[in-house]
């Protein structure tokens, strides 16, 4: 099958399963708007970070890559009154939009974004209570660097979400992407053979192209 069948498939799902809302459609218009990359998560993968913060019932969620805040926008919703989402952006302009995005729907308040390279900000939230889910989904390079980071933020039984994991094949073939696949390749093996970590990844085409996600829980 072809890729704009998925991207249409997506489309449809979009708009028969998962409803985005306007202040979801607000958080892709205003990054399109200030000029930023259209990387944001597909609406469906939103919705299944939405699905796996409210089925876990967690209260602590850490996000690793802000942008307009979208797939924030997503987690947050399915945080209790008193939970909390830290999310880590390194551009100041990013930043700036995702936290109008999120004040303007309703949730500014549960969400605190840090701005700055995140090797930088994840030390200094070292002796917060743990995060209960990780979304990971910044610059490639550092994939094992975050997962190290999620197993000294969490805790036994906490969710992690890496996302670009399968990139069009890249892993299997680094050469393909020699700047982010290298990262990308070693986070999977990290995830396959460290007994700190009980992953899988799962494959997904749509309007993001062949990629997918790892998902896993730290043992
Ligand atoms: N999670 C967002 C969503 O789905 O709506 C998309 C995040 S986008 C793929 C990646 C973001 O990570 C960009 O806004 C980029 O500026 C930011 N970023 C890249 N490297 C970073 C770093 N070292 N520290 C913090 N943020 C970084």
Do not use: C
């Not at 876990?56 to 926008?73: D, K, M, N, P």
């Not at 551009?91 to 999120?102: F, Q, S």
């Not at 990139?167 to 050469?175: F, H, I, Q």
């Amino acid at each position: 099958r072809s890729q704009p069948g998925w991207a249409a498939m997506e489309d449809w799902i979009s708009s028969t399963v998962v409803h985005p809302d306007p202040a979801l459609e607000q958080a892709i218009t205003t990054a399109k708007d200030a000029g930023m990359p259209p990387i944001e998560v597909a609406p469906n993968s939103g919705k299944l970070l939405q699905l796996l913060v409210g089925i876990g019932g967690a209260r602590r969620v850490l996000e690793i890559g802000t942008l307009a805040g979208f797939s924030a926008l997503w987690m947050a919703r399915a945080l209790p009154e008193d939970g909390r989402l830290v999310t880590i952006e390194y551009k100041a302009e990013h930043a700036a939009v995702a936290r109008k995005n999120l004040d303007d729907a309703g949730v500014g308040s549960r969400v605190d974004i840090r701005q700055g390279a995140a090797l930088d900000v994840l030390p200094t939230l070292e002796g917060e209570e743990p995060f209960d889910l990780v979304f990971i989904d910044a610059d490639k390079q550092n994939n094992s660097n975050y997962l190290e980071w999620a197993v000294r933020l969490g805790r036994p039984g906490t969710v992690v979400v890496l996302d670009n994991t399968v990139w069009e094949g890249a892993p299997m073939n680094p050469e393909q992407d020699p700047v982010n696949a290298p990262g990308i390749r070693d986070s999977l093996e990290l995830l396959g053979a460290d007994p700190r970590f009980d992953a899988t990844v799962i494959q997904t085409v749509g309007s993001k192209g062949w990629d997918g996600f790892a998902l896993a829980v730290i043992r």
